[in-house]
């Protein structure tokens, strides 16, 4: 099993560990409310150095970069981020990432730590007639996401960049906690505001005490995997795996707005994608909420008032701001308006719940 | 981890308190660990007559689900109502107010075949 530059800190702190994606990581610490809640209300850390960083260089890395997304990353500026996805060819979809744009000559890829391997050599496939040089740098690098809305106060310390003046979903390359090359990135997957750091595994249990020390006074509090899901799922976004993966198009998904079909630009599975947004699709991913008591999970059945299977739950949770059970599953189109009502079958009854926009909060 | 000497126990984590012929039970100071925040603990077998290892209930965490199992066999003669309204008594006192059901026990001897603590330890720590 693979550990991060932060493994030893985890235990030292007593977190519950677990095997994800390959790697030894937290899942609990004081607790999943108790993080959640923390992360809502004011500010806590998770290690996400399982993720996976590629490097995208050269003269044809936006040729490269803008054939494998579905996004359009040819209008980035340098110091800008996109999230998006990379169609597989058939519709589906071979993982979720963040697209950070340094130079039309430099991009870094920032993907899920269980597709790593798979979305290098897809990547390294594409690239065969284009070109652009690659490189994985995952292995070498840390990543902390520092979440809630106290968080821009404790990173403030610990540098001499304005955060303020880094507007969501952009990114500097700075110096902090005394760490030269640090990417600050006004960046996350919480919706509670905050920032997602990126530097070198050598330096990272230094930034680790940096942050907690600054952190002290604002109650900060280390997070774990559990939480990350929680915290997600109240804002409906997507976790590759559960609610996105081969087989599930980012239409279907709801994620249209980041299927860009402009300006003629040529990318995989655009005649697919845009068939589908033109003609609709069977299914959609939707968000519901139960009305009676209970917890949706990972592959429930959804069904209809006469007991016909409908669609599944690709996530569910108790969210902990709600205090109810939401979740989110493919149901057929017919059932996807906002306000059909829908059931959840758990353990033979079937509870009441009903499609909502998303996010859940 | 605390694992009271005067209870009995399950390979399931759940703990028995003998009181006269009937058997008071509830999840470990281990199991409520490992399920972590309890959001509501669901029993619908109250005056049921079950056997020894069928199901009287579910605990669902926030992060996971888990059935509550017979320890022996017998009536499910009364649930813990104080937890519909707090479940989270599981989480902070397991072998006291976050006590699950009482049986009427059917048959004592089924009681013998618990594990005492020692055996329990050993078993979790294993």
């Given at each position: 099993m693979k550990t991060t530059a932060f493994n030893k800190i985890h235990k030292s702190l007593g977190a519950k560990m677990v095997e994800f994606a390959g790697y030894e990581m937290p899942i609990e610490y004081s607790g999943i409310k108790d993080e959640h809640m923390t992360v809502r209300e004011g500010v806590g850390v998770f290690d996400v150095s399982h993720m996976g960083e590629i490097w995208v260089k050269g003269p044809k890395a936006l040729d490269l970069v803008a054939m494998i997304?579905?996004?359009?990353?040819?209008?980035?500026?340098?110091g800008q981020a996109q999230y998006s996805c990379m169609p597989n060819g058939k519709g589906g979809i071979v993982d979720d990432l963040l697209v950070y744009c340094y130079s039309s000559e430099k991009?870094?890829?920032?993907?899920?730590?269980?597709?790593?391997?798979?979305?290098?050599?897809?990547?390294?496939?594409?690239?065969?007639e284009i070109g652009?040089?690659?490189?994985?740098?995952?292995?070498?690098m840390s990543q902390l996401a520092i979440q809630g809305p106290r968080a821009i106060a404790v990173l403030q310390k610990l540098t001499d960049v304005n955060l303020s003046e880094i507007k969501f979903y952009t990114f500097t390359v700075d110096r902090f906690a005394g760490v030269d090359n640090v990417i600050i990135s006004a960046t996350g997957y919480t919706g509670a505001g905050g920032f997602e750091l990126y530097f070198n595994n050598d330096t990272a249990e230094h930034v680790w005490y940096a942050i907690f020390d600054a952190g002290k006074e604002l109650g900060i509090k280390p997070i774990g995997l559990a939480a990350r899901d929680t915290l997600r799922l109240e804002m409906g976004y997507c976790l590759y795996g559960n609610d996105i993966d081969d087989t599930t198009s980012p239409i279907e998904a709801g994620l249209g707005w980041i299927t860009k079909f402009n300006n003629g630009r040529e990318f995989i599975d655009r005649e697919l994608l845009t068939m589908q947004k033109n003609e609709g699709v069977t299914r959609r991913l939707r968000g519901f909420k139960l009305r009676g008591r209970g917890i949706p999970r990972h592959g429930y059945e959804l069904v209809n008032?006469?007991?016909?299977?409908?669609?599944?739950?690709?996530?569910?949770?108790?969210?902990?701001?709600?205090?109810?059970?939401i979740g989110m599953g493919y149901v057929a189109k017919e059932y996807s308006a906002f306000g059909t009502e829908i059931f959840v079958k758990i353990r033979n009854k079937n509870i009441p719940a009903e499609i909502v926009k998303l996010p859940f909060i | 981890m605390n694992i009271p000497a005067d209870l009995k126990y399950t390979e399931d984590h759940e703990w028995v308190r003998v009181e006269g012929d009937v058997a008071v039970v509830g999840i470990t100071d281990f199991a409520q660990g490992e399920l972590g925040d309890i959001v509501f603990v669901e029993i619908e077998t109250e005056g049921e007559e079950l056997d020894k290892g069928e199901t009287f209930g579910t605990v669902e965490a926030v992060k996971t689900v888990s059935d509550l199992f017979m320890p022996v066999g017998g009536e499910v003669a009364e649930f813990n109502e104080a937890l519909a309204d707090d479940p989270e008594l599981v989480n902070k006192d397991p072998y006291g107010e976050g006590w699950m059901i009482k049986i009427k026990v059917a048959d004592a001897a089924e009681l013998g075949e618990l594990m005492d603590a020692d055996a329990y330890k050993a078993m979790i720590e294993a």
């Open positions: 997304n579905s996004n359009d990353p040819r209008h980035l500026a340098p991009y870094l890829l920032v993907v899920n730590a269980s597709n790593i391997e798979k979305d290098w050599n897809w990547i390294v496939q594409q690239n065969e652009a040089e690659l490189e994985n740098a995952s292995d070498s008032a006469e007991d016909s299977v409908i669609g599944h739950v690709t996530s569910g949770t108790m969210s902990p701001v709600l205090n109810e059970g | -």
